[in-house]
């Protein structure tokens, strides 16, 4: 869903949904039908798909102007489908955009009601899921352990953690910034999250059991977007008739409750809630130098967006080379 105007609305992802959104007016509805129909055949490879256009020069601005598309219209194409987080894609070449936009379609053909899926239980499955994989090709576990060091030679290598009177030596050391020295990382913002407990799925949202909002930030007079998160029992997260909605954003000022107002304002009514401030870091190095291969803290948005992108930059970064993400999803097995 995107927020605009003071509603939520269903964000179109095909040419028939385009059709019936109550986001547009007849003939935005038809532009946008037709800006669509060529992004599912736009490929980068096949210059007849690209119509005279060279997506690695004309910004996205001016690709959307191109089809004669609204501001408004910009932006729910933008932050909820594209799930750009601010405003600075629009001067930039288009191509890496349109590929984002592409990937929504592509995820929304292949699991039909949502591009989104959420694992069952919470997001502690997937770290399960990795140990299990890891386990199966000879990892080792420390379990129960707290990281209170991580060693170095004298070359300012790191060498591997030490907990309690145990230390587990390594190549190189890979962690998020709450485990290095603080001179190996440097801050990047503050973001503002406010768990809440309903007794109701989010208004306006057709009674779904979950639902993704994202108020792109100019809705609501804001460089940066806020983005509106809610689970229930279907995933296994809370107990019968009881939601979580997650509100979250990057802070602008130095008011949390301020900023996450207008994700609020939708929820209804709210049994309780928790509010937290958390400083954002992400690494001064890539790590190469020091072995010490560190991520960046995890960012507002609730589709975890960046934070793929930075798993991705990780890995290239201790690997040498990029994760080839070219496997059809359709041919993958669904379990290891």
């Known amino acids: 869903f995107v927020y605009r105007g003071g509603k939520i609305l269903k964000a179109p992802a095909t040419p028939e949904e385009a059709l019936k959104s109550p986001l547009m007016g007849l003939f935005e509805k038809r532009r946008f039908r037709n800006f669509l129909l060529y992004i599912d055949a736009y ?41 750009q987080l601010d405003e600075t894609h629009m001067n930039q070449p288009a191509l890496a955009t349109v590929k984002e936009l592409q990937i929504y379609c592509y995820s929304l053909s292949r699991y039909g009601t949502s591009p989104y899926i959420y694992p069952v239980y919470g997001l502690g499955g997937l770290p399960e899921g990795f140990s299990r994989l890891c386990a199966i090709h000879g990892g080792t576990f420390m379990l129960n352990r707290d990281v209170d060091e991580i060693q170095y030679n004298d070359k300012g290598e ?12 390594a190549k190189f050391v890979v962690g998020d910034p709450s485990y290095f020295p603080k001179e190996k990382v440097r801050a990047t913002g503050q973001i503002v999250r406010c768990i809440c407990f309903l007794n109701h799925p989010i208004p306006n949202c057709g009674d779904q059991e979950s639902a993704q909002i994202i108020i792109p930030g100019p809705q609501v007079g804001r460089k940066n977007d806020i983005f509106v998160c809610s689970l229930s ?10 939601y979580i909605a997650i509100v979250s954003t990057k802070m602008e000022g130095d008011n949390p409750d301020k900023e996450v107002v207008p994700g609020l304002a939708l929820l209804g009514h709210i049994m309780q809630r928790f509010t937290t401030v958390v400083t954002t870091y992400e690494p001064v190095g890539d790590g ?10 995890f960012d507002a948005s609730s589709h975890f967006e960046g934070d793929v992108d930075d798993l991705l930059s990780l890995y290239k970064r201790i690997t040498g080379k990029d994760l080839d993400m070219n496997i059809n999803a359709d041919s993958v097995e669904a379990d290891y």
């Not at 959307?64 to 501001?71: I, M």
């Not at 190469?288 to 803290?297: L, P, W």
């Open 158 to 169: 790191a060498i591997g953690v030490r907990s309690g009177n145990e230390m587990a030596r």
């Open 288 to 297: 190469n130098s020091d072995k010490s291969y560190i991520s960046s803290s």
């Open 43 to 83: 490929d980068e490879t096949k210059p007849e798909t690209h119509k005279g256009r060279d997506l690695t020069v004309m910004t996205m601005k001016q690709l959307y102007e191109e089809f004669g598309l609204v501001p408004d219209t910009h932006q729910f194409i933008s932050h909820a489908m594209c799930l």
């Open 233 to 242: 029992n279907s995933h296994q997260v809370t107990a019968q008739g009881v």
